[in-house]
């Protein structure tokens, strides 16, 4: 299994210009997220998918959107990117149920300098 | 909201030194505490957890314990080693409709041999 993977590892974007990053998982997890890394600040959700068909906003979502695929895949656009959004970006999933909670796994991340 | 705290570092170790590392946390309702660990270039894993008060958990010679009293979750090592060396992250999850994690700002271990 290669757990949760993500693409690219690096991006260097001019502020304005969009991307989207990749995410996938093959643990059948319901449960996936996306948290951006920076300095001094721990890693700060961005948004959500608490399963399929669903997205909502985490604690910074401004500036961002997210597609759920599918069971899958959880991506990640910045429509007009801007050095604000500079950062390390973690894709993580977890298997969900009611009264439980369960270990979130981490993609590898993928660095984003904007100029 | 809910919070979690951590000590500043880094933190500087000689080989086989005591390690600890404090956390703190602020929860509405009763969360599951877990360490995570980041060694560099890498993404975060898993450490320890424990999901309740009282709980210990453990890995690699990691410990930490779930003090409700003092909402603590400080991680322990009894004897470091330069591979230890990495940043902790100690992160709280509460049976919400997201079940997210709430991160601490990190701490970084430095081991010299």
């Known amino acids: 299994n290669a757990g949760v993977t993500q693409t690219p590892k690096f991006q260097v974007l001019k502020t304005g210009q969009s991307m989207t990053l990749q995410c996938a998982q093959d643990m059948n997890h319901n449960s996936m997220y996306w948290y951006r890394q920076d300095p001094g600040m721990g890693l700060r959700l961005i948004y959500y998918?608490?399963?399929?068909?669903?997205?909502d906003k985490g604690e910074v979502p401004n500036g961002y959107n997210v597609s759920r695929l599918n069971k899958r895949e959880f991506s990640l656009r910045l429509e007009s990117a801007a050095p604000s959004q500079t950062s390390v970006y973690f894709c993580?999933?977890?298997?969900?149920?009611?009264?439980?909670?369960?270990?979130?796994?981490f993609g590898p991340g993928t660095r984003l300098t904007v100029l | 909201g809910n919070s979690v705290t951590q000590m500043e570092g880094p933190v500087t170790l000689s080989e086989e030194a005591f390690l600890t590392i404090n956390c703190t946390y602020t929860a509405t309702g009763y969360p599951s505490l877990f360490w995570y660990v980041q060694y560099p270039g890498e993404g975060l894993q898993l450490l320890l957890k424990?999901?309740?008060?009282?709980d210990k958990g453990s890995n690699k010679g990691f410990e930490a314990t779930y003090r409700k009293e003092t909402t603590s979750f400080h991680l322990e090592k009894g004897s470091v080693q330069v591979s230890d060396s990495a940043v902790y992250f100690c992160a709280l999850s509460e049976m919400d409709s997201s079940y997210k994690l709430i991160f601490g700002s990190g701490t970084r271990l430095l081991v010299r041999p």
């Open positions: 993580a999933s977890s298997a969900t149920s009611p009264g439980r909670i369960y270990t979130q796994y």
């Open positions: 998918s608490a399963s399929e068909g669903t997205t």
């Open positions: 424990a999901t309740k008060a009282d």
